[in-house]
Every structure is written in C-alpha cells, then in structure tokens.
C-alpha cells in the first residue's frame, strides 16, 4: 500500500480516495481500541472517540491524528468559573459558538497580516467545541465584522504556513503561535483573565 500526496492510496494499481470523513470514522474506532495504523513508512496514531478531529504534526514520519468532545456552545457550558488563571501558561479555552463553520486561526491579529494574497493570514481552522490553548490576550484595535470586539489570544499552534483548507488542533506543547478572536473562546477551568502580550 503506498501513500499518495493527493490524498488517496494505490493497491494492485488501484487507486482509491480517503474522504475526511471516512479517515475521521476509521481513525476514531481505531482510536476506541487503541490501535495504530501502519501507512507507508510512517504511522498515523489515532487518539480519542469522536469524529470531529484533527491532524497535528507531522514530524518525523508520524502523523497524530486527535479527536475532539462534540460540538458546545457557551450556553451549554454554563457560569464562567471566576478563579483565575493559575500557572504560566498555557491555559485552555473553549471554541464556542461557530457552529459547523469553526474558527480561523490567523498568524497575526491585525487586519492583512501583510498578506497580499486574501486567505494567506490563515494558518488552518479549529473546529467549535475543540480546545485550544492560550498564551496571552491583546486589543489590536481590528475587528472582524463577524465579531464584537477586538480582543484576540495567541494560542500554541502546529502550523505556521498559510492553510485555508484543515481542521487542525492547538495542543500545549505545539511550536508555532496563532491568533484566534476572544469573542469565540470560553475559558476551561478559569476566569479567562490571562496575562497581556
């Protein structure tokens, strides 16, 4: 079985296509017995049970797949806990109100990013209800029209090249910086008062 880069795989000379669903049902019931798939020369490891994931690094020829809880909105989550932040960092928050559509994460907080090229300040998606983990909050003064404020929060992210196109996940160890409106996030286990940038 050999890997190919347009997303699909030959057997025999057939080729056959992997949609992201059916990679998300295979690797979440793998994940519920604890299996690791074997692709090409690298492995793909699935953690989780839900659907709704995401792929983190690939690094060294292993690629980790990352399955979120479903879907919440703040509704669902109730009274914001009123302890603060403890710690250094970094602390989680909540995607929360986006729907089925998600939330960008940008590289920059400002408008452009001094992209030139619409699209090129994204660095992938995150899915609503997933966490992701923030390291600071700033008012940069730019708002998007879909939001009322212009607070945003750099989190720890896998990517740092322009990506308008997956679902990833921000986990606390990740390398690279992204930025994500504060109107979409509810704080995990604090008060959402983390320290300035």
Request: glycine fraction near 14%; charged fraction near 15%.
């Amino acid at each position: 079985m050999k890997l190919l880069l347009q997303g699909g795989w030959k057997a025999k000379g057939h080729r056959f296509k992997i949609t992201a669903v059916g990679l998300c049902l295979a690797v979440a019931a793998a994940g519920a017995v604890g299996v690791r798939l074997a692709v090409a020369s690298g492995n793909v490891t699935a953690s989780g049970t839900n659907t709704g994931c995401g792929v983190g690094n690939a690094v060294g020829g292993q690629v980790s797949v990352r399955c979120d809880p479903p879907s919440i909105d703040e509704q669902r989550l109730g009274a914001v806990p009123t302890a603060a932040p403890t710690g250094a960092g970094p602390w989680p928050f909540y995607v929360v109100n986006t729907g089925d559509l998600g939330l960008w994460v940008r590289q920059c907080n400002t408008e452009t990013c001094g992209c030139r090229t619409p699209g090129c300040e994204r660095l992938g998606l995150v899915r609503n209800g997933a966490t992701v983990y923030g390291l600071c909050r700033h008012d940069s003064a730019f708002r998007p029209v879909d939001s009322s404020t212009s607070v945003w929060i750099e989190i720890t992210w896998p990517n740092n090249m322009p990506n308008e196109h997956d679902a990833m996940m921000s986990h606390p160890t990740d390398r690279y910086r992204g930025w994500v409106n504060r109107e979409y996030l509810a704080p995990a286990g604090h008060n959402g008062d983390i320290r300035p940038c």
